[in-house]
């Protein structure tokens, strides 16, 4: 059994150490669309979001408008951990010169209200892209 096991792992090593190479050729592909044309399946790059200065506040245009984050907002949230908090709770906040959680997100006893745990459902990342995601019709 143990010569077997032995014979197995070593031609196991020996194939994926085979010398075989993936192909480093970025050529073009044609692609046939839906739309009868031909795209390429080469993109340009999206141009990169520009977040407002730090400890710059964004305008709110309307209301109750939550307020938007002048940062990335791709902090993992799971149920065990919000990574909004490390920086924003009401004890660390004034250390790492963020803004606190508001009032009304802490429940009777000052402690953060943990029906307002999934930020982002509410407080948007706000950023200045250079291309139009989606046209904006609205008016005040």
């Given at each position: 059994m143990k010569k077997l096991l032995s014979?197995?792992?070593i031609t196991l090593l020996l194939s994926a150490c085979s010398g075989q190479q993936a192909s480093t050729d970025m050529a073009s592909v044609?692609?046939?669309s839906?739309?009868?044309g031909?795209?390429?399946a080469t993109l340009p790059a999206q141009a990169m979001p520009n977040y407002p200065s730090k400890g710059a506040?964004?305008?709110r245009t309307f209301v109750h408008q939550p307020p938007l984050v002048p940062h990335k907002d791709s902090y993992k949230i799971s149920a065990?951990?919000?990574g909004c908090l490390t920086c924003h709770s009401t004890e660390k906040a004034a250390r790492m010169k963020a803004t606190p959680v508001d009032?009304?997100?802490l429940d009777a006893s000052g402690e953060f209200n943990n029906e307002y745990?999934?930020?982002?459902q509410c407080h948007v990342a706000q950023a200045d892209n250079k291309d139009a995601i989606v046209d904006n019709t609205h008016t005040k």
């Amino acid at each position: 059994m143990k010569k077997l096991l032995s014979v197995a792992a070593i031609t196991l090593l020996l194939s994926a150490c085979s010398g075989q190479q993936a192909s480093t050729d970025m050529a073009s592909v044609n692609v046939e669309s839906l739309r009868q044309g031909e795209t390429s399946a080469t993109l340009p790059a999206q141009a990169m979001p520009n977040y407002p200065s730090k400890g710059a506040a964004i305008e709110r245009t309307f209301v109750h408008q939550p307020p938007l984050v002048p940062h990335k907002d791709s902090y993992k949230i799971s149920a065990k951990k919000n990574g909004c908090l490390t920086c924003h709770s009401t004890e660390k906040a004034a250390r790492m010169k963020a803004t606190p959680v508001d009032k009304s997100h802490l429940d009777a006893s000052g402690e953060f209200n943990n029906e307002y745990y999934f930020c982002v459902q509410c407080h948007v990342a706000q950023a200045d892209n250079k291309d139009a995601i989606v046209d904006n019709t609205h008016t005040k």
